[in-house]
């Protein structure tokens, strides 16, 4: 089945911008990807520097998507989106970065969804949803994207 922009925006309810073409295949991808403030980071990529909690409690994704991330000052949510019984979520990592959100495995493809940056797949695997950060002109020390 072709995942769309659109099919992505009636299973959760959330509404993407006018610009954005709605009826594009979401690409599935399984490396490293960035969303506005947020990136997805295959764990393999990453694990020296992040652990999972000892019982870590996990929590599957509904068919609607869980709201990772939302922009600066109340913005847009970054949305994790799956089908029912096909991926679960954990906050309770340990980053050494302190950049991490948290972690999902999922067991078949799994789609970021963003109003205004539109939405891209995960293939299936585990992955550690961070933060990005960003240096500010002039200086050299980082910050948040704020996105």
Same mark, same amino acid.
């Given at each position: 089945?072709?995942?769309?922009?659109?099919?992505?925006?009636?299973?959760?309810? @959330?509404?993407? %911008?006018?610009? %954005?073409?709605?009826?594009?295949?979401?690409?599935?991808?399984? #490396?490293?990807?960035? !969303?506005?403030? %947020?990136?997805?980071?295959?764990?393999?990529?990453?694990?020296?520097? @992040?652990?999972?909690?000892?019982?870590?409690?996990?929590?599957?994704?509904?068919?609607? /998507?869980?709201?990772?991330?939302? /922009?600066?000052?109340?913005?847009?949510?970054?949305?994790?989106?799956?089908?029912? #019984?096909?991926?679960?979520?954990?906050? !309770?990592?340990?980053?050494?970065?302190? %950049?991490?959100?948290?972690?999902?495995?999922a067991s078949a493809p799994v789609y970021?969804?963003?109003?205004?940056?539109?939405? +891209?797949?995960?293939?299936?695997g585990r992955y550690?949803?961070?933060?990005?950060?960003?240096?500010?002109? #002039? +200086?050299? +020390?980082?910050?948040?994207?704020?996105?």
């Open positions: 089945m072709t995942v769309t922009l659109a099919s992505l925006s009636q299973q959760t309810g @959330l509404t993407v %911008l006018d610009h %954005l073409e709605q009826s594009v295949s979401i690409p599935v991808v399984d #490396g490293i990807q960035a !969303q506005g403030d %947020l990136l997805v980071i295959p764990m393999s990529e990453i694990s020296a520097s @992040l652990s999972l909690r000892p019982n870590a409690v996990w929590t599957d994704i509904p068919s609607e /998507g869980v709201e990772l991330l939302r /922009g600066a000052a109340g913005g847009n949510p970054h949305t994790l989106v799956a089908d029912p #019984g096909t991926c679960r979520w954990t906050i !309770q990592v340990g980053d050494s970065t302190g %950049l991490a959100i948290g972690v999902f495995e970021l969804l963003h109003p205004e940056h539109g939405a +891209s797949g995960c293939t299936p550690v949803v961070r933060r990005q950060r960003e240096y500010a002109p #002039g +200086s050299w +020390s980082p910050r948040l994207v704020a996105d």
